[in-house]
């Protein structure tokens, strides 16, 4: 039994899917001599796919981005079509007789002990082009995005080292019962892909790839983060009535989906859910969520092979808004950076720090056509919506500054009267802030007449208050939401939003999980937006508090000193005001 961080609920119990075996477990199996010409061939197939793939995206991303943006494909197909490159995969091939993805391994190792060497950064760099280029030729030669899970008898465990968003979106409607991720934490977007689809999942997990393999059986435990590879007879039989109940309690609760969202004493609450495409918002209407609080729109991005046009941005926004709750959506606009990187947009070359640096509204602000094309779709989806009722909100990412803001407001207007002007159907829509830097949301009443919303982006803000990266399994222990100076600055920003009637939403994970939703309740928050799956849970457990009660439990946590003892308080307190629902709470 392994112990990782537990990011996603539930119990779950399935086959093992290990993706990208390939990095991880090079086939060792030598070619016979008869298969060489063709395992020769496959490879330069895979060589013409990459070459037309890098050379459609040189062109589209030339024309819509810039020519700077699409060096980098230039680069990567140079670095492709380099004398040395194919002629050591060619002699692998050839005289060991290894397979070509085997031999992209050997040379991916090889670059990356050279490179490890010297002591130019920039150079250090470049081995990142060479992974990019091999993890291209592979998928070509492997078809490892689209894993044939199919020949595998489910339930599976997808095992991974990072999931990536296209893998996720790759796996599509296989049977995933439970994900495993060596590298990632709480709030990493692997670990909000499998809440969002409420798949029991565990990250953090060093070196589980070289420990399971395709085929194992696996127990998932989502509660404390407990993985066990091929577990003896006894301990799988009582993971498989954990797993029942589990099933069970989500089933019941699904129930309540068409009631409202009330306390113990009646108040009205807003649950939304946070959503990275189309299949949530469909689970969102299916769990029972009022409307959509967050669209992660760079999913759009990270899953589209290049960049998307303003028509093209449109139909997804459209279809998005149809799906969802009572047709209402709040947009975010492209949060890339950090974690979440798009070649086309510059992100090639690492930063040192890139959650500080250049990401989200910053890197937005520097290629303003790119914003703009997104902006405008959004107020043309916005203006369709209207016709069937719906309501769109734009919000924006990273903000640190009144300046910001302002800028941000005089760019919506902008592209507002363009559409105007050029006679498209548009609809002018609320402007929010994301509030997730600490800069931001320490002076957010002086920012409130800049916004018409705000929403609090709780997991970056979180990891920037505790100075603690997110996806850092080494730092988890401090980038907790639940910390006594974490529970201050939200005490803070909801006063103020109140203070001044400003609509306020909290967006981050945090909404969704049972002891932080009773303390913003008790904080005097009224709308939530969490992963879809979430919702049936929370809106049973706010049936079972009153606001005084809430009100009384953060009176008491608020003088609590640490972390460790609002965890151990909120514990007890959930024992007591819903037993059942201990099943669904991590860590
Ligand atoms: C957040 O930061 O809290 C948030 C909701 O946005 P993301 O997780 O996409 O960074
Ligand atoms: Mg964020």
């Given at each position: 039994m392994r112990k990782g961080?537990?990011?996603?609920p539930g119990v779950a119990i399935g086959t093992a899917y290990c993706i990208h075996q390939i990095f991880v477990n090079p086939d060792t199996k030598r070619l016979e001599d008869s298969e060489v010409t063709a395992e020769l061939a496959r490879f330069e197939t895979a060589r013409d796919l990459t070459a037309a793939d890098l050379l459609a995206l040189q062109h589209k991303v030339e024309s819509q981005v810039g020519h700077d943006e699409a060096a980098i494909f230039a680069v990567h197909e140079s670095i492709m079509r380099d004398v040395a490159f194919t002629k050591k995969v060619r002699g692998w091939i050839v005289d060991d007789r290894l397979n070509a993805q085997t031999a992209l391994h050997k040379l991916l190792d090889e670059y990356t002990a050279l490179f490890a060497r010297t002591k130019d950064d920039y150079l250090k760099e470049r081995v990142n082009d060479v992974r990019d280029v091999v993890i291209r030729l592979s998928a070509h030669l492997t078809d490892v995005t689209r894993?044939?899970?199919?020949?595998?008898?489910?339930p599976l465990i997808v095992v991974a080292d990072e999931l990536l968003p296209s893998q996720v979106v790759a796996l599509g409607d296989a049977d995933v019962h439970g994900i495993v991720t060596q590298a990632g934490s709480q709030t990493s977007h692997a670990a909000i892909i499998a809440r969002s689809r409420g798949i029991p999942a565990v990250s953090g997990l060093p070196g589980i790839l070289r420990q399971a393999k395709t085929g194992d059986t696996i127990v998932v435990d989502g509660r404390d983060g407990n993985v066990t590879v091929n577990p003896a007879p006894e301990t799988l039989a009582a993971f498989r009535k954990l797993e029942r109940e589990f099933f069970n309690l989500k089933d019941q609760l699904i129930?309540?989906?068409?009631q409202a969202a009330v306390t113990k004493d009646g108040v009205e609450l807003n649950l939304e859910a946070n959503i990275n495409g189309l299949t949530d918002a469909q689970t969102a209407g299916a769990t029972g969520?009022?409307?959509?609080?967050?669209?992660?729109?760079e999913y759009i991005y990270l899953t589209h092979p290049d960049v998307p046009d303003e028509e093209e941005q449109l139909a997804v926004y459209r279809e998005i808004i149809d799906a969802s709750p009572n047709g209402s959506v709040t947009i975010r606009t492209l949060d890339i950076g950090g974690d979440k990187t798009v070649p086309y947009l510059g992100h090639s070359h690492q930063e040192a720090n890139p959650f500080m640096g250049w990401r989200s509204i910053r890197l937005s602000f520097e290629h303003p056509d790119f914003f703009a094309t997104q902006i405008r779709a959004v107020l043309r989806a916005a203006g369709e919506a209207k016709t069937r009722n719906g309501k769109v909100r734009l919000m924006f990412p990273m903000i640190t500054t009144i300046e910001e803001m302002r800028r941000v407001r005089a760019i919506v207007r902008r592209c507002y009267k363009q559409l105007q002007i050029q006679g498209k159907p548009c609809a002018w829509v609320p402007v929010g802030v994301m509030l997730e830097v600490p800069a931001a949301a320490i002076s957010i009443d002086t920012m409130l007449d800049t916004v018409d919303f705000v929403s609090i982006g709780s997991n970056d803000l979180v990891q920037y208050l505790m100075a603690?990266?997110?996806?850092n399994p080494k730092v988890s222990h401090l980038c907790q939401p639940l910390s006594p100076p974490v529970l201050r600055v939200l005490k803070n920003v909801i006063a103020a939003c109140r203070d001044a009637n400003k609509p306020v939403t909290l967006c981050g994970e945090m909404a969704g999980q049972p002891s932080a939703f009773v303390l913003l309740l008790g904080l005097g928050l009224r709308s939530f937006s969490m992963s879809p799956s979430f919702v049936p849970s929370i809106k049973e457990l706010a049936t079972h508090l009153t606001i005084d009660e809430a009100e009384a439990i953060v009176t008491k946590v608020m003088k609590l000193k640490t972390t460790m003892q609002v965890k151990r308080f909120m514990s007890s307190q959930m024992e007591s005001i819903a037993p059942n629902l201990k099943l669904l709470e991590t860590g």
């Open positions: 961080i537990p990011v996603s894993p044939e899970t199919g020949v595998l008898p489910g129930e309540n989906r068409d969520a009022s409307a959509v609080g967050l669209f992660r729109t603690a990266d997110r996806d």
